[in-house]
């Protein structure tokens, strides 16, 4: 059974700090998404990484893989407020199949 | 272009009660897939229809059942309402065959009391 975990599931960090979030899964996947989740809100698709050594960035996060070690980062740059959300990972055994979630990273940025 | 839709928004039901959900994809869209997304935890898969039949399945009890329509839509029926149910129902749909995210839609928010 697939297994994916996140870490760290609470993060608290001053605006212009920089961070890593990440996201280690346990069996073989090329195929990892990073969605972002507002309180009460729906899944917002951030970036879909489908191959090792993959990376791609959006403002102020960048997303990388290394399918070798089962694991994906989201790095945050400068944070600013507007980024306080939850972060999930997401994992994809085959095209086309389930995704199995994280726990989900909860993000303050405190001004 | 409409995104995916789900109806309704909100709902409370009681115990042992049956609920639908419905869900409409976004256009071009074929596959719809349902997620539970209790309190604080990530979405859990329940299944995944294509081509109007269940084609995979979490572990979820024989009570979560669904239905895919000629025109791609969906519904997601849960009998014999359990406490446990509260979640927020994620529909989402993607393209067969191709290397793109699930697109989600607002989620039905259940309450069972």
């Known amino acids: 059974e697939l297994k994916v975990e996140q870490n760290p599931l609470f993060l608290s960090m001053q605006e212009g700090k920089n961070y890593t979030i990440y996201c280690n899964y346990s069996t073989t996947s090329d195929r990892l998404y990073w969605y972002r989740q507002d309180p009460g809100k729906s899944l917002e698709s951030l970036f879909v990484?489908?191959?090792?050594?993959a990376v791609k960035q959006e403002g102020r996060l960048m997303a990388s893989l290394d399918t070798k070690a089962r694991l994906s980062t989201l790095h945050i740059t400068a944070a600013v407020h507007d980024l306080s959300a939850t972060y999930f990972c997401?994992?994809?055994?085959?095209?086309?199949?389930?995704?199995?979630f994280g726990e989900g990273t909860q993000l303050t940025v405190n001004p | 272009d409409a995104g995916v839709t789900q109806s309704p928004t909100h709902l409370i039901k009681t115990r042992g009660q049956q609920v639908t959900l419905r869900c409409s994809p976004k256009?071009?869209?074929?596959?719809v897939s349902w997620y539970q997304q209790a309190l604080g935890q990530g979405p859990q898969f329940i299944f995944q229809y294509y081509e109007e039949e269940e084609r995979q399945r979490g572990n979820f009890p024989d009570r979560f059942s669904g239905h895919q329509f000629p025109n791609y839509s969906s519904e997601l029926n849960v009998n014999a309402l359990l406490l446990g149910d509260s979640a927020l129902y994620l529909c989402?749909?993607?393209?067969?065959?191709?290397?793109?995210?699930?697109?989600f839609g607002n989620g039905t928010r259940l309450t069972v009391t």
């Open positions: 989402a749909s993607s393209l067969a065959g191709y290397n793109s995210p699930l697109h």
């Open positions: 256009s071009g869209h074929d596959t």
């Open positions: 990484l489908l191959s090792n050594g």
């Open positions: 997401a994992v994809e055994e085959t095209s086309g199949s389930r995704l199995t």
